[in-house]
């Protein structure tokens, strides 16, 4: 059983994560906040005592670091005693902060792939440039280290799981759709970190297609789809996380990662784009100054987190995924709808922050009570995915599932599983599903 928990990162996503874990510190334990600006730190543990988030009283605790600097990581470790650290600073520092966690035996969870500032879409599979060559060391030192759980890459991961293992016989495809209907009401701005943003469109596109990885320009390939609650929706083919994974650990052909883009953010990103204002290499001013474009945009456009208070309207984010059952086509949509209006009056963030936070400390709650506490590295689709969604529904983002029966909540899903499975054979799909169900029916979530 693995306590208290070292948060990195100060921004959006670190603020929901901070307000996450305190509603559920009787089980996560002391919660310590550090990035490299303190007074960050300190918004967001006012925040947390403001909204009166703990569930256990409890003194949150914060500190200045340099996430960049792997002996003061370990050092903020073996200080505070965490024995889990939730990395939602940066994809900048993931080695730094995965290698302080091999050296103390902590428990790691990220929610995005590593990234070098160098580099702009690196040669496929990307864990495999980074994180992946640390998973041999993670197992012999017995370390646990779950990577991409936020919720694409993460919650979207357990859907292709859930799937595989409980819908299909075979998957021919899995299309990950990702569409914000929101509305922020800024000229222009990006939900999440801008220079992470733009560096994931202004390279190569890649996807998994024909079980081998494809390449496409942003914006060349698009789709359009009628959706639960935020209608119809067009989608561009888009290169993202989650595909490096789901196409090595799932015997499917065809996985791909679409996101929803309005005609305004394709127009301002093509003239950035073009006039060399995203590139991630520096130049040098009339002044001789040294400045990197894509840090300068950066720097003038408005800080996702302040987005939070006008946002109106909902995301949806899910799977969809073909394949055959007992010798028929199927089709099932995994999706999960959020209110960016609702995230805020809880936690005081936006949808896209929301969506990035609460999956990461549903995990870190699995791992603290031994269910995911895996002792090496894995992807989100490497684990049993039942405790998982469910726990996930009672913090916020509930699942719903789309198919040939209509369109229902995952829990009246597995409802229905078990009033089936009391009739039938557990040797049975229907069984199976019900076995687990009730296995992961623990009364301290």
Same mark, same amino acid.
């Given at each position: 059983?693995?306590?208290?928990?070292?948060?990195?990162?100060?921004?959006?996503?670190?603020?929901?994560?901070?307000?996450?874990?305190?509603?559920?510190?009787?089980?996560?334990?002391?919660?310590?906040?550090?990035?490299?600006?303190?007074?960050?730190?300190?918004?967001?543990?006012?925040?947390?005592?403001?909204?009166?988030?703990?569930?256990?009283?409890?003194?949150?605790?914060?500190?200045?670091?340099?996430?960049?600097?792997?002996?003061?990581?370990?050092?903020?470790?073996?200080?505070?005693?965490?024995?889990?650290?939730?990395?939602?600073?940066?994809?900048?520092?993931?080695?730094?902060?995965?290698?302080?966690?091999?050296?103390?035996?902590?428990?790691?969870?990220?929610?995005?792939?590593?990234?070098?500032?160098?580099?702009?879409?690196?040669?496929?599979?990307?864990?495999?440039?980074?994180?992946?060559?640390?998973?041999?060391?993670?197992?012999?030192?017995?370390?646990?280290?779950?990577?991409?759980?936020?919720?694409?890459?993460?919650?979207?991961?357990?859907?292709?799981?859930?799937?595989?293992?409980?819908?299909?016989?075979?998957?021919?495809?899995?299309?990950?759709?990702?569409?914000?209907?929101?509305?922020?009401?800024?000229?222009?701005?990006?939900?999440?970190?801008?220079?992470?943003?733009?560096?994931?469109?202004?390279?190569?596109?890649?996807?998994?297609?024909?079980?081998?990885?494809?390449?496409?320009?942003?914006?060349?390939?698009?789709?359009?789809?009628?959706?639960?609650?935020?209608?119809?929706?067009?989608?561009? $083919?888009?290169?993202?996380?989650? %595909? *490096?994974? &789901?196409?090595?650990?799932?015997?499917?052909?065809? !996985? +791909?990662?679409?996101? =929803?883009?309005?005609?305004?953010?394709?127009?301002?990103?093509?003239?950035?784009?073009?006039?060399?204002?995203?590139?991630?290499?520096?130049?040098?001013?009339?002044?001789?100054?040294?400045?990197?474009?894509?840090?300068?945009?950066?720097?003038?456009?408005?800080?996702?987190?302040?987005?939070?208070?006008?946002?109106?309207?909902?995301?949806?984010?899910?799977?969809?995924?073909?394949?055959?059952?007992?010798?028929?086509?199927?089709?099932?949509?995994?999706?999960?709808?959020?209110?960016?209006?609702?995230?805020?009056?809880?936690?005081?963030?936006?949808?896209?922050?929301?969506?990035?936070?609460?999956?990461?400390?549903?995990?870190?709650?699995?791992?603290?009570?031994?269910?995911?506490?895996?002792?090496?590295?894995?992807?989100?689709?490497? $684990?049993?995915?039942?405790?998982? %969604? *469910?726990? &996930?529904?009672?913090?916020?983002?509930?699942?719903? !599932? +789309?198919?040939?029966? =209509?369109?229902?909540?995952?829990?009246?899903?597995?409802?229905?599983?078990?009033?089936?499975?009391?009739?039938?054979?557990?040797?049975?799909?229907?069984?199976?599903?019900?076995?687990?169900?009730?296995?992961?029916?623990?009364?301290?979530?």
């Amino acid at each position: 059983m693995k306590k208290n928990v070292l948060i990195i990162g100060a921004g959006g996503v670190a603020r929901v994560v901070a307000h996450k874990c305190a509603q559920h510190n009787d089980i996560l334990g002391n919660i310590v906040i550090a990035s490299r600006r303190v007074t960050k730190c300190e918004e967001i543990a006012a925040s947390v005592l403001e909204r009166r988030s703990l569930k256990v009283p409890a003194t949150l605790h914060t500190y200045a670091l340099d996430a960049m600097d792997t002996a003061a990581i370990e050092a903020l470790i073996h200080k505070t005693r965490s024995q889990l650290v939730i990395n939602v600073g940066s994809a900048f520092i993931n080695m730094s902060v995965l290698s302080a966690c091999i050296a103390t035996g902590a428990a790691y969870l990220d929610t995005a792939i590593h990234e070098d500032h160098k580099k702009v879409c690196e040669t496929p599979p990307w864990y495999g440039n980074y994180e992946w060559q640390r998973r041999d060391e993670c197992k012999a030192r017995g370390v646990t280290a779950i990577l991409g759980v936020g919720f694409d890459p993460g919650v979207v991961n357990a859907y292709a799981a859930l799937a595989d293992r409980e819908y299909f016989d075979s998957i021919d495809s899995i299309d990950i759709l990702d569409v914000n209907a929101g509305c922020h009401g800024r000229y222009f701005a990006t939900n999440f970190d801008p220079e992470i943003n733009f560096r994931e469109f202004t390279g190569q596109v890649w996807s998994w297609q024909n079980s081998r990885w494809t390449s496409n320009t942003m914006f060349e390939v698009k789709r359009t789809d009628d959706l639960p609650v935020v209608g119809s929706q067009t989608t561009y $083919l888009t290169g993202h996380d989650e %595909l *490096h994974s &789901l196409s090595q650990n799932l015997q499917v052909a065809n !996985i +791909r990662f679409w996101m =929803g883009f309005g005609e305004h953010y394709i127009n301002v990103f093509t003239v950035l784009k073009n006039l060399g204002l995203l590139s991630e290499q520096p130049v040098i001013t009339a002044e001789g100054l040294e400045v990197v474009p894509l840090k300068v945009v950066k720097a003038v456009l408005p800080n996702p987190s302040s987005l939070a208070p006008e946002y109106q309207g909902k995301t949806c984010i899910g799977d969809l995924i073909k394949g055959q059952k007992d010798g028929k086509d199927k089709e099932v949509f995994i999706y999960n709808i959020c209110d960016h209006a609702e995230n805020y009056a809880e936690v005081g963030s936006q949808a896209i922050s929301y969506t990035g936070g609460v999956p990461v400390v549903a995990a870190a709650i699995l791992v603290a009570q031994g269910k995911w506490d895996m002792k090496t590295m894995v992807n989100v689709e490497e $684990l049993p995915p039942q405790p998982f %969604l *469910h726990l &996930l529904n009672t913090m916020g983002l509930p699942t719903r !599932i +789309r198919d040939e029966q =209509g369109d229902r909540a995952l829990s009246e899903e597995h409802c229905m599983i078990i009033q089936a499975g009391n009739t039938r054979a557990d040797s049975s799909l229907t069984g199976r599903i019900a076995n687990q169900y009730r296995s992961y029916q623990q009364p301290d979530y």
